[in-house]
């Protein structure tokens, strides 16, 4: 029974009618909480947490990049759970789901690469290397670019959904190939400190700006995601009389 | 505790502060972008639905 009204409660928040105002009313407190993770993983960062012992300050770079890069294969876990979603119940939110989410994924692969290398430039003498873990998520990176551009070079856009989401799809496999890529190859890249079962090799006063600085990150992507949803819920569904009313309502 | 010192982080300060730039100009834009957008959206199903007005 339970899955009933749980079936129920999705199917009316995945109308776009429903979901709009809601992601309205979510938005301010979701930017709140971001604002408020962002000064404290700040804080932990730039003030308490110790200089590395070997990299010294640069280890700071760490509480950007690590969460970025952690963020772009989250983001694109969701993008390709949205599009499979989308082919498989069709469900027109999903597909702007997915939509929002391949600027966000890429954004933050991106700022993963740079800060890569502006940590790699001072710690191993090099911007760039064509290591396994810097090459796969280049090739991340291109993944959502590409998926961009095939979006956008498709009219129609259910279609473009449809062909944006099989591209995520086989771009999948991208990821495990990321995240054990330090253990498949002999890599430049450090291995994985957190997340090793039952071996902590890191200490709190790194582990806990990491962790806020990744929760904020987490926040962040469902607020960008938001903003950029109800854009294109907007755009979608202006032949329906609830757009026209609430667009005329606000002059 | 010294803010110059501070600043200059260990003499790695292009290095670091360079990476918090990185991340405020993407945090900052993704949200920027989607705001400016919802305007233009807004402005133009504003006209699109005064020229389906005048159709009718």
Known sequence: ?251 | MNWAEFFSMGGYALYVWSSYAAAAVVLLLNIALPLRRRDAVLNALREFYRLKGRSR
Request: charged residues 15%; hydrophobic residues 55%.
């Open chain 1, 1 to 251: 029974m339970v899955e009933i009204y749980i079936l129920i409660g999705m199917h009316k928040y995945a109308s776009p009618k429903t979901f709009y105002p809601l992601a309205g009313t979510l938005i301010p407190w979701l930017a709140g909480a971001t604002v408020l993770l962002l000064a404290l993983g700040l804080y932990l960062g730039l003030f308490v947490a110790p200089p590395d012992y070997q990299q010294g300050e640069t280890v700071r770079i760490m509480f950007i990049h690590v969460p970025a890069a952690w963020m772009s294969m989250f983001v694109y876990a969701v993008m390709a759970a949205a599009g499979a979603a989308a082919l498989v119940w069709n469900v027109k939110l999903m597909e702007t789901l997915a939509s929002a989410c391949a600027p966000i994924g890429a954004s933050f692969t991106l700022l993963a690469l740079i800060t890569g290398s502006l940590w790699g430039k001072p710690m191993w003498g090099a911007w760039w290397v064509w290591d396994a873990r810097l090459t796969s998520e280049l090739i991340l990176f291109f993944l959502y670019i590409g998926v961009m551009a095939l979006r956008a070079s498709i009219d129609d856009p259910r279609r473009a959904a449809r062909a944006a989401a099989i591209l995520a799809l086989v771009g999948v496999v991208n990821i495990p190939v990321i995240h054990f890529s330090v253990e498949w190859w002999n890599t430049l890249h450090q291995p994985a400190s957190v997340g090793r079962m039952g071996k902590p090799t890191i200490h709190l006063s790194i582990l806990m700006p990491l962790l806020t600085m990744a929760v904020a990150f987490t926040f962040y992507f469902l607020t960008a995601a938001l903003l950029r949803m109800r854009n294109e819920i907007l755009e979608r569904e202006k032949h329906t009389s609830w757009v026209q009313e609430l667009v005329e309502s606000r002059r």
